[in-house]
T-cell receptor, first 109, second 112 residues
């Protein structure tokens, strides 16, 4: 069965708001996760990753939080912009790279 | 760097026709993947190749075959296309497990 899953299929926010996209995983042995962004008509692109020895990792306007106790990770986007509108996937690259279904983020001005 | 290149970008097939989707990467990556993406279904793994000379089934392998021709190239073949294979197909590569994967731009396939 699916090893990673996203909580909500869609998320709508206003420009300037902070966005939080959630993902749950089932394998407690999972030790590495990646968030990808897929814009319309394009292939997924790497945003940020996190290893299990970390609880938090920050990039430019993005933060990933990992809660190993409840097997949950989240992607936070600060000051969301219209260009952030896309589908976001969490992925667990074990033997093969397995994706969740994705959350569609819509940003309105 | 071109990264991951897929050809063709668009294709229309009639039911029963065959075709091969091509994928090439120039990053010297060991692992390569083929996914299909359908509305509301996310990315589903069809086949993958962990290294040159090896291939393994993913979640949805039925109706497909693959060939890891060399380290650079990983092709996906539909022997007898069916309307259920209408989808967007993505190829990806990564240097090794537990690292970032890079994706091609996709092939939009329609089977009528």
């Amino acid at each position: 069965g699916e090893s990673v899953g996203l909580h909500l299929p869609t998320l709508s926010v206003q420009e300037g708001d902070n966005s939080i996209i959630n993902c749950a995983y089932s394998n407690s042995a999972s030790d590495y996760f990646i968030w990808y962004k897929q814009e319309s008509g394009k292939g997924p692109q790497f945003i940020i990753d996190i290893r299990s020895n970390m609880d938090k990792r920050q990039g430019q306007r993005v933060t990933v939080l990992l809660n190993k106790t409840v097997k949950h990770l989240s992607l936070q986007i600060a000051a969301t912009q219209p260009g952030d509108s896309a589908v976001y996937f969490c992925a667990e690259p074990r033997t093969a790279l397995i994706f969740g279904k994705g959350t569609t983020l819509s940003v309105s001005s | 760097n071109a990264g991951v290149t897929q050809t063709p970008k668009f294709q229309v097939l009639k039911t029963g026709q065959s075709m091969t989707l091509q994928c090439a990467q120039d990053m010297n990556h060991n692992s390569m993947y083929w996914y299909r993406q359908d509305p509301g279904m996310g990315l589903r793994l069809i086949y993958y190749s962990a290294s040159e000379g090896t291939t393994d089934k993913g979640e949805v392998p039925n109706g497909y075959n693959v060939s890891r021709l060399n380290k650079r190239e990983f092709s996906l073949r539909l022997e007898s296309a069916a309307p259920s294979q209408t989808s967007v197909y993505f190829c990806a590569s990564q240097t090794e497990p537990n690292t970032e994967a890079f994706f091609g731009q996709g092939t939009r396939l329609t089977v009528v």
